[in-house]
């Protein structure tokens, strides 16, 4: 029986490093779970970047209609060139910047679809490791059992052990 509980024992601990190993990998997801907090924040920020391009598009509008309306009333030839001018550059700088937001959406757009890859793996991982984790408790539980029963038997054979030397 000594050698049953201390087979017990051996078998608790290794379950008890398994559980540690376990619990480093939880760990290790929540380290995964901070870093798509992380891929919220850019896909936020991703967000912000394509209203301020629609602002910035709606005030080239509102300047372009300004400039035309501005040319219009104006009498000398050499102003509305220049207002059309002005307008040209103006055009020119916000498709500049309208490719460089183009580009930023869709550097992130990618990072955004990596996320989602990542998230999709950690909580396949996660699943898989909760079920394993579910298992071990089981197996420590019917093992915790056991062992209680083996210690109940020890106690009841070493008091009849201490009856029969009393009566012998």
């Known amino acids: 029986m000594e050698a049953d509980v201390s087979e ?20 290790q997801l929540h380290t995964e779970l901070l ?7 850019m896909h936020d920020i991703q967000i912000k970047h394509q209203s301020s391009h629609v602002q910035l598009t709606e ?16 009498e000398h030839q050499e102003e509305p060139n220049k207002i059309r001018n002005h307008v040209y550059r103006e055009e020119q700088s916000h498709c500049s910047e309208q490719e460089r937001m183009k580009t930023e959406i869709s550097d992130l757009t990618e990072e955004l679809h990596q996320k989602e890859i990542t998230i999709a793996t950690i909580m396949e ?11 071990e408790l ?13 210690e109940f038997h020890y106690q009841v054979i070493k008091s009849e052990n201490t009856h029969l030397k009393e009566i012998v």
């Open 8 to 27: 017990m024992k051996n078998e608790l601990q290794s379950r008890n490093g398994l559980w540690r190993r376990i619990q480093l990998e939880c760990q």
């Open 35 to 41: 870093k798509i907090k992380e891929y919220n924040d």
């Open 59 to 74: 005030q080239l509008e509102n300047k372009s209609s300004e400039l035309l309306l501005f040319a219009e009333s104006q």
């Open 125 to 135: 991982k996660a699943s898989l490791l909760e079920r394993q984790l579910k298992m």
């Open 138 to 150: 089981e197996t420590k539980h019917k093992l915790l059992a056991k062992q209680q029963l083996l």
